[in-house]
């Protein structure tokens, strides 16, 4: 018997609460208690926030009655207060959603289906980049979300190590690699490793065990969906994450192309090519190893593109994923949204603001600040001009787009449940060597929260 709604929200507010350390008090002042002509708002990005606070200004002058009012609050924070602030009801009217999030919150019906006001129902999706606004529909057709950004997944290297190895730009971008050999990606990776007596990874007399700068950064293990780490990888084989493009109900994990690529990424740790397990911390994410010097290349998101060119002392490059087995490149494609919530206090006010982040008038001042690429495409354009002024090459990034290699984010149900299994799997085999057909076992415990209806 399906429980209620309040029951599953309460149910995963605690799950959030666990995984992020905090208790359910304390919850931040949401739509509920604010003035009726207020609407309120929730981001988690402190970089963004100048920008939105031009959008909040432009909308009230484009709005005379209607205020917005912002809380950014951190990323940990920002997910614990707002399940909580569902039981609570005080929930903002509109929030930043992040599609690993959406599933659950479509499935507690907390979220306001985007087509049935006013304000939002005529939005024509063919302004945001192909694939961004499909994403944020239920399994009932229903829009409920519209798409604020995009991003990609590249190379980010430190041209001084790079240069010092021989190895030029175009290079770089060149790369290919299978799960056989690894090819020009592992041998540049063994290239770039250097040990503690000066000796590189393609070198006699290397050294795995004593390594000073690894080829390849770490960032944790990955996870269900390895978006940072194994995803590019994996995506070139031409696996998917499961039977259907958005709201499937078979993972395939047990494939033989994702364990044979799993099976070689975390591979490359015991080669001593690419940092182990215990390099990664909170405090010493892959951009910290980059600008340490404990790295050559980390393969991150277009998110950090301004984290990494503000390393000290580092002239910070960006390169194209590898071309994979099936004779392609590939990223996933992810992207937020703004989403109103089912109970919002000043719905109205909310499909407005919705509709006006949506647009370009805001896009268009997001994408001037240079932090992401923002969903409209004149908002696109913008960033890379940003990008450009500051020196920064993000061509890497924008070309997955433009060559369509790219591949959606899973997006099923059961994520929270989902996440909790595939990460200890996947840390498992990255830091104690757990064979990749442990992941068959895995698969199976996934399939069955689907069987079973969770």
Known sequence: MRSSRRTRIRSAAAAIAAGAGLVLSGCAAGGAGEPANTVSYWLWD??????????????????????????????????????AGFIAGTQP??????????????????????????????????IYQPGLADSWRGPDGHRYGTPKDWDTISLFYNKKVTQAAGVSDAELNALDWNPTDGGSFEKMLAHLTVDANGVRGDEPGFDK??????????????????QTQ???????????????????????????????????YFGLAKKGYLAPFTAYSASNGPEVQLG?????????????????????????????????????????????????????????????????????????????????????????????AAYNARGLD??????????KTTFSFPITNYAADITALMAPAMQNVYANGAPVSTLTTTNRQIDQLFEQGG
């Not at 909040?56 to 997910?79: C, M, R, S």
């Not at 993000?394 to 060559?403: H, L």
Request: hydrophobic content about 35%; some cysteine.
């Open 46 to 83: 402190s970089n963004q926030l100048p920008a939105y606070q031009k959008c909040a200004a432009g909308f009230e002058k484009e709005n005379p009655g209607l205020t917005v009012k912002i809380t950014q609050l951190g990323w940990n924070d920002y997910w614990t207060k707002l399940t």
């Open 93 to 126: 009217d509109v929030f930043t959603d992040h599609i690993s999030k959406f599933a659950q919150f479509v499935d507690l019906g907390v979220l306001q289906p985007l087509d049935e006001l006013d304000a939002t129902k005529g939005i024509d999706d063919a």
């Open 209 to 226: 065990n004593h390594v000073a700068t690894y080829g390849l950064a770490s960032n944790d293990a990955g996870g269900a969906d390895g």
């Open 230 to 264: 194994w995803s590019a990888f994996t995506g070139s084989t031409g696996w998917t994450y499961t039977d259907k493009k958005v709201w499937g109900t078979h993972y395939n994990y047990d494939d033989k192309r994702f364990q044979d690529t799993i099976s070689w």
């Open 292 to 384: 340490s010097g404990k790295a050559a290349l980390s393969m991150n998101g277009s998110w950090m593109i301004s984290t990494y060119a503000q390393l000290k002392g580092v002239e910070v490059g960006m390169a194209l994923t590898p071309v994979g087995p099936t004779g392609k490149r590939a990223s996933m494609l992810n992207g937020l949204a703004d989403s109103v919530t089912k109970n919002a206090a000043n719905k109205e006010g909310a499909g407005k603001w919705v509709a006006y982040l949506a647009s370009p008038a805001c896009q268009d001042i997001v994408g001037e600040q240079g932090i992401v690429f923002p969903a409209v495409k004149s908002g696109t354009d913008k960033a890379i």
């Open 394 to 403: 993000v061509s890497s990034f924008t070309r997955q787009v433009e060559d």
